[in-house]
Antibody
């Protein structure tokens, strides 16, 4: 079964850090570009970051550049998002998703990140 | 305010046809970048409905179709069904400010 399962979401204080993980199964993870997409409560999705299949190329939205780092471990079929210096506006459900230029065709169920004092 | 503009809501009766517009600009849709559409049911992740402007992933009924012209795109749903009631989002790429994937603000479809 094709599946993405996120974990690591939690409540954290402003300025804190979190590391999200996304475990992939059922498809060739090492051949796939992977992204993180977030969705604040009551809002539409917002693309956060993408990493190439080999992990060499990474890109970020302006809203997280310099604070978030995307990475992957192809030997463990796992995607990561290290989030530092978190702000209230980072509060959202974070989804990992496969793909880039042909749309995001596989999504996880999401993990909730709440930034609040 | 989203880079891609969608109507907040549309509605239609069962069996009818509805369309959802997605208006962009010369830095995204008008620059030739593909448009993709997603359906999101409450409490679930978005689901890819249309990719590359007018292509359906396996398993998506042919009641759903997409088109693109100039700086805009549209999603059409024919033979409206009750379980089509959901939020719909368009997505493309924008080359301004260094480049980024962008989503529309979303359209809530109500089946009357």
């Amino acid at each position: 079964e094709v599946q993405l399962v996120e974990s690591g979401g939690n409540m954290v204080q402003p300025g804190g850090s979190l590391r999200l993980s996304c475990a992939a199964s059922g498809f060739h993870f090492s051949n796939s570009a992977m992204s993180w997409v977030r969705q604040a409560p009551g809002k539409g999705p917002e693309w956060v970051s993408v990493i190439s299949a080999n992990g060499i190329n990474t890109y970020y939205s302006d809203s997280v550049k310099g604070r978030f780092t995307i990475s992957r471990d192809n030997s463990k079929n796992t995607l990561f998002l290290q989030m530092n210096n978190l702000r209230a506006e980072d509060t959202a459900v974070y989804f990992c998703a496969r793909g880039l230029w042909d749309g995001f065709d596989i999504w996880g169920q999401g993990t909730m990140v709440t930034v609040s004092s | 305010q989203s880079v891609l503009t969608q109507p907040p809501s549309v509605s239609g009766a069962p069996g009818q046809r509805v369309t959802i517009s997605c208006t962009g600009s010369s830095s995204n849709i008008g620059a030739g970048y593909d448009v993709h559409w997603y359906q999101q049911l409450p409490g679930t992740a978005p689901k890819l409905l249309i990719y590359g402007n007018n292509n359906r992933p396996s398993g998506v009924p042919d009641r759903f179709s997409g088109s693109k012209s100039g700086t805009s795109a549209s999603l059409a749903i024919t033979g409206l069904q009750a379980d089509d009631e959901a939020d719909y989002y368009c997505q493309s790429y924008d080359i301004s400010l260094g480049g980024s994937n962008v989503f529309g603000g979303g359209t809530r479809l109500t089946v009357l």
